[in-house]
């Protein structure tokens, strides 16, 4: 069944490497349909892939291969929600160090320009939660990293 509301991610012309790259790092991750193009259009030709289905962490997506008219910005990003340092640096790594790019505080982007949060939980919840002055101390950790150091963030809850 197709769902009713799915996210669409414009790309260049490799929606199909970005959605087998996202199936490969992220569990719960799949391709599931591969459509051409029925005709010509004004980036490409018939038969050329002009849309990829796909999931990311269970989420419904679908990847436009729509030319180079549109960027990806910050204003969408994937919030990968993670339980330990080794699944942060995973998740981290395979983004950054396959063409990706690191910037701070968490976020970095992949190769297509899309941003991704690598979030540990233990970070969200110390900055959501009710110790207002861990949360700060957490927070202004935070703000020093790029990739998050979960020791560090332990650390600074503990004052």
Known sequence: MHPKNLICLWYDNDAEAA????????????????????????SGKQGDVITVEFTVMGIPCIGLNGGDTFRHSEAFSFQVATDSQEETDRYWNAIVDN??????????????????QISPR??????????????????????????????????AIKG
């Open 122 to 155: 233990l970070l969200t919840q110390a900055v959501a939660g009710s110790d207002r002055a861990a949360a700060k101390r957490a927070w202004e950790a935070m703000m020093t990293m790029g990739k998050i150091d979960i020791a560090a963030i332990e650390k």
């Open 99 to 116: 063409g990706g790019q690191a910037s701070v505080c968490g976020w970095c982007k992949d190769k297509w320009g899309l941003s991704w």
């Open 19 to 42: 959605a087998n790259f996202y199936a490969s790092i992220f569990p719960d991750s799949q391709v599931t349909a591969v459509h051409l193009a029925p005709g010509d259009f004004p």
